[in-house]
């Protein structure tokens, strides 16, 4: 099961790798079971003969219950996670917007340094990947900042070094971002984790169960059926 797709298929009650349904159906239906069981003398009877007495019914509640927490909680982290990545996206791309016209300016107004274009690296291709851009984009603006000389040439296409700290500072915020970003998948998959195995364990509960009710309630399939169990003829 993929840590990382947040409606991934439970664990299939019927025992058959083949046949699987989703979370949100399988809790209810198991929460169904469970309810109806306790809820209904005749069925209880039967069942409490069979290892499943109230004490059994009330530990399956617990496991229910904490499925349908760890089942909340992996949403909510995984709302926090893509909460961080448009965050960061948003960022980037205003960044983005700043520095790539800043980079064609500056490649006009330093064309004939190459030196001064080299401090920028301007000679080189820009890197796509996030840790070489951003790389890129600091070593621009700190070198900018801290020559006399480009300071002056830029200046001359409007680029101000009050802006250029700016824009400075804005990559610095992306660079926490993009640690939060991090931060913030990786409780995702592990909560992702947590909730499989809570599922696993509720299921494992719910085969045996599923399977001893068919045995204690074969004359009364009426009551199989309150557990949403159906027998085929």
């Known amino acids: 099961m993929s840590t990382e797709n947040t409606n991934s298929p439970a664990p299939s009650t019927s025992g058959s ?24 003398a005749d069925i209880q009877t039967a069942l409490a003969k069979r290892g499943f007495d109230a004490a059994a019914m009330s530990e ?64 080189s291709r820009r890197d796509r990947t996030i840790s070489g851009w951003l790389s890129q984009a ?11 000389t480009i ?7 409007g680029i101000t070094e009050v802006e250029m700290k700016a ?3 804005k990559i610095s915020t992306l660079e926490q971002k993009e640690a939060n970003k991090y931060n913030t998948k990786g ?24 399977e001893t009710a068919k045995v204690a309630l074969k004359k009364t399939p009426q009551l199989l059926e309150k557990l949403g169990i159906m027998i085929k003829e």
Do not use: C, P
């Open 60 to 123: 399956a509640k617990l496991l229910l219950q904490s499925a349908n927490e760890f089942y909340i909680g992996q949403k909510n982290k995984y709302g926090d996670k893509f909460g961080a990545k448009d965050d960061f996206d948003q960022l980037k791309e205003e960044i983005e917007d700043e520095y790539n016209d800043h980079v064609a300016l500056a490649r006009v107004a330093l064309k004939n340094n190459r030196g001064d274009l080299e401090k920028l690296q301007l000679n």
């Open 167 to 169: 824009v400075l500072d």
């Open 151 to 157: 300071k002056a040439a830029l200046l001359k296409k």
């Open 138 to 148: 600091k070593t621009f603006y700190k070198n900018a900042i801290d020559s006399a």
């Open 17 to 40: 790798s083949n046949q699987h349904i989703s979370i949100e159906v399988q809790l209810k239906m198991i929460g169904v079971a469970i309810q109806n069981t306790v809820d209904n």
């Open 187 to 210: 409780d995702a998959q592990n909560a992702t984790a947590d909730r499989n195995n809570a599922i696993e364990e509720l299921t494992e509960w719910y085969r045996d169960f599923k």
